[in-house]
Structure formats: C-alpha cells, structure tokens
C-alpha cells in the first residue's frame, strides 16, 4: 500500500471515521472504517482505492499514547444484502457473512475523556503521517512504540526503523 501510493505535504488520501474506544478487559483497543482515495488529475477520476478498517492496540507512553499494534482489514465484497436489486428483490444475507465483533460500549469512567481524546489524535495523525511521509518517514514511526507492529495485506512491518522506511519507499 504504502509503495503504491503518492504522498507529499498536505496530500490527503487516508480518510478514518467512526473511531470506537474500548478500555474493558486490561488492554486500550480501537477500532474505524478506513477509506483511502485516489484523487483523480485531469481526465482521471476521483476513485475508491480501498475501503476497511483498522484494529488498533494502543499503549500509554511517557511521550503520550503510541500504537502498540495496527492491523488492517480489508472490506468485504459481494451484492449488498438489504438493498433492492434492479428486479426488486433483496440479496439475502450470507451464512458466512459475520460482521466484525465491537467492544461492548464501556461506562465512561474505565477511560478519562482526555486520554480519549489523546488516542483520538494518535489516529487522526497517522493519517496525515502516512499520507505525506515527512521527516523521511520517522513521522509515522513515532507513532508507534519502538517495537510497535503495523500489519497491512502482505506485509507486516515492526519497528521505527522499518516503519519509517515504509513510509519513505512510497
């Protein structure tokens, strides 16, 4: 993914929406919808790249919250159960279609709104991080705890100095 795509200052083409929050259980997890678009130029047009979401294992740090572990999904495809085909019938829903499980919403006291807030930042940066690549990729790196794992279809890359050259060799 990384390799494929353009990235610059102010490049923006990671859109992550819909981030849920869950402290129960010991860890700090997440999880929000990802779509990542290609900006159309000229006489090519605005598309869909991909469409996901991400699973997120966050870690409080000195330094603030870090990503201990990011894996990404990618969306299912299929006809689109619910919705009235062209003869006016709906798809049924596929036996072996299971949505994702969401962490059971939590009482507000298990995590302070700020630190809320904080892990809310830490997503919204990767975005721009992955998305311009500066610093020589150490941007994004920095997001991650030292040891920190970013898992994306067919690669899975683990440390600052291979994360930084992941966001470089884009």
Excluded: C
């Excluded at 919403?105 to 919204?124: C, F, G, K």
């Amino acid at each position: 993914i990384a390799r494929a795509q353009p990235h610059g200052p102010h490049y923006a083409r990671h859109f992550l929406a819909n981030p849920v929050i869950d402290s129960s259980g010991g860890a700090v997890t997440g999880r929000q919808y990802l779509t990542v678009i290609d900006i159309g130029d000229g006489d090519v047009p605005t598309t869909v790249y991909l469409g996901g979401y991400y699973e997120d294992v966050y870690q409080k740090t000195d330094a603030g919250w870090r990503f201990e572990e990011r894996r990404s999904f990618g969306a299912r495809t299929g006809p689109a159960w619910g919705r009235r085909t062209d003869a006016g019938t709906q798809p049924a829903r596929p036996a072996n279609l299971s949505s994702p499980q969401l962490p059971a919403e939590q009482p507000r006291a298990t995590l302070a709104a700020v630190e809320r807030s904080a892990i809310h930042q830490l997503v919204a940066r990767y975005s721009y991080a992955m998305d311009d690549a500066t610093e020589n990729g150490d941007r994004l790196a920095r997001l991650f705890l030292p040891d920190g794992v970013l898992v994306v279809p067919h690669a899975t890359v683990g440390g600052r100095a291979a994360l930084a050259g992941f966001a470089r060799e884009r």
